[in-house]
Each structure stands twice: as C-alpha cells, then as structure tokens.
C-alpha cells in the first residue's frame, strides 16, 4: 500500500485524541486551535460536536497533510508527548528546545499556560522545524 508523501499527520492518532476530544485535543492535533478551543471550554459543544468529529476525522487529516510539511520532526510523536506529558515538557525537549523544556519541568508547564500555549502553537512549532530541515541529532 503506497503512502502519501506529505502524510504529516495520522488518522489512527486523531481518533485516540478524539477519544479525549471533549477537550478539543484532536482538533488542536489538526490545526484547529479556535475549534478546539470552543471544544475545551465547552467539553465538545456538550457531545454534539464531539460526535459528529468521529466523521470529520478523515477530512482534518487530509486538510493537516495539505498544510503542514513533513521532516525530521514526527507531528504525532510531538502531540502525544504534548497531550499527555506536555505539563513536563517532554514534547519540547522532543523538538530540541531544551531551555523551555526544562522550564516546562520545573514548572509544570509554566504553570499549565505554557501547555495550553503549546495547542495553539505545536504544529506551527514542529512545521517551522521541517520546513528548515534541522536534523534532531
């Protein structure tokens, strides 16, 4: 089976985020940071929105593909590591940012701003990254 070249981000993460997606994290995950939002101060438009997401899922993922550029850095490895352990910084350390990373330790996340910072700005982090072409080693 042949794979999409620019396949930056992956459906089967988006659908293990949607199951936590009354907190928006898988629309965060497909650059969506004002929906998600809505969906984090709303759990999910009450469930509504979150329901209907299970279908929109292939869509964000083909319009994320569209959008952002593949590279060194895996977008999925990153929100994972954002989504459950970004209060101790593990995705920055994940991108090479080790100043922030350890602030993030430290602090838990600056204190959860920083984390919640970070949905808003993760994929325009790690596309910044790949479209530079710097090598993580």
Same mark, same amino acid.
């Given at each position: 089976?042949?794979?999409?070249?620019?396949?930056? *981000?992956?459906?089967?993460?988006?659908?293990?985020?949607?199951?936590?997606?009354?907190? !928006?994290? *898988?629309?965060?995950?497909? !650059?969506?940071?004002?929906?998600?939002?809505?969906?984090?101060?709303? @759990?999910?438009?009450?469930?509504?929105?979150? @329901?209907?997401?299970?279908?929109?899922?292939?869509?964000?993922?083909?319009?994320?593909?569209?959008?952002?550029?593949? !590279?060194?850095?895996?977008?999925?490895?990153?929100?994972? @590591?954002?989504?459950?352990?970004?209060?101790?910084?593990? *995705?920055? %350390?994940? =991108?090479?940012?080790?100043?922030? !990373?350890? =602030?993030?330790?430290?602090?838990?996340?600056? %204190?959860?701003?920083?984390? =919640?910072?970070? %949905?808003?700005?993760?994929?325009?982090?790690?596309?910044?990254?790949?479209?530079?072409?710097?090598? @993580?080693?």
């Amino acid at each position: 089976m042949a794979t999409d070249s620019n396949d930056t *981000h992956r459906k089967t993460v988006g659908y293990l985020l949607w199951i936590f997606g009354f907190t !928006g994290s *898988h629309r965060f995950y497909y !650059g969506k940071p004002v929906t998600g939002t809505i969906w984090f101060f709303t @759990l999910g438009l009450l469930g509504i929105g979150w @329901l209907i997401d299970l279908f929109l899922i292939p869509s964000m993922d083909r319009g994320a593909d569209r959008r952002y550029a593949t !590279g060194p850095v895996d977008y999925s490895i990153a929100w994972l @590591l954002q989504t459950f352990l970004g209060v101790l910084g593990l *995705h920055r %350390f994940y =991108l090479r940012k080790w100043f922030t !990373g350890l =602030l993030w330790l430290l602090t838990g996340g600056l %204190f959860l701003v920083g984390w =919640l910072y970070d %949905f808003w700005t993760l994929n325009g982090q790690v596309d910044e990254i790949n479209r530079r072409g710097r090598t @993580l080693t």
